[in-house]
């Protein structure tokens, strides 16, 4: 389950909420401000694949929680319609070009390397990325409908953002096998992972 699939009956991106660390929750006022039904609105939420849970809350905000967050993994997040200024020098982590340019070289960096350690790029399993540091991933990347429909999108500070939580997943989270571990499934939902983060922060593919 994915923002534009719950956009589809909301009417509009719903909002993600809290770390998603424990559970992926998604927050809606479009009831309360449009005047609608919210239980049959939050009825119709619970009638979707992947949908754990939708309950009103207080005048009619919903509260929905998804099952398999990972999902979003798989999900095409489009282009930013954002042109970075940052300078390229200086390469250290006060500049946030480099953060994000360091980002986007590092996702194409583990796809180099999956291949070459056996990655297998089929059977992606999304319910694979539960882990803290992917989820953190997965709870920035839910934010990009949201930012699309909104008059201020901040694109700057949320690449920063995604970008860092990236460099922590894949600094505790290796998307390709340490050591003599041997390659599995969830190095394969970490690629995914990967390239849809590849896709959404700008950058060489070297750095």
């Not at 980002?103 to 350690?117: S, Y």
């Not at 390659?183 to 970490?190: E, I, L, Q």
């Amino acid at each position: 389950m994915t923002p534009d699939e719950l956009t589809g009956v909301l009417g509009e991106p719903p909002a993600p909420e809290g770390t998603w660390e424990r559970e992926a929750v998604y927050v809606s006022a479009v009831a309360l401000r449009r005047g609608l039904p919210a239980e049959a609105l939050a009825a119709q939420v619970r009638a979707l694949d992947g949908v754990a849970s939708a309950d009103v809350q207080g005048k009619g905000f919903l509260r929905i929680v998804v099952s398999t967050p990972g999902e979003l993994a798989a999900a095409d997040p489009g282009e930013i319609p954002f042109e970075p200024t940052w300078p390229d020098f200086p390469r250290t982590w006060d500049n946030p070009g480099f953060v994000v340019r360091y980002g986007h070289a590092r996702t194409c960096a583990v796809r180099r390397w999956a291949g070459e350690l056996g990655v297998s790029a089929e059977e992606f399993r999304p319910e694979l990325l539960s882990g803290a540091h992917d989820r953190r991933v997965l709870r920035v990347l839910a934010e990009l409908p949201g930012r699309r429909v909104s008059r201020e999108p901040g694109w700057e500070t949320y690449l920063v953002r995604l970008a860092l939580a990236y460099h922590d997943a894949h600094e505790r989270a290796p998307a390709v096998p340490v050591g003599d571990e041997e390659p599995g499934p969830v190095h394969t939902a970490r690629i995914r992972l990967a390239e849809t983060v590849g896709k959404v922060l700008p950058g060489p593919e070297r750095l």
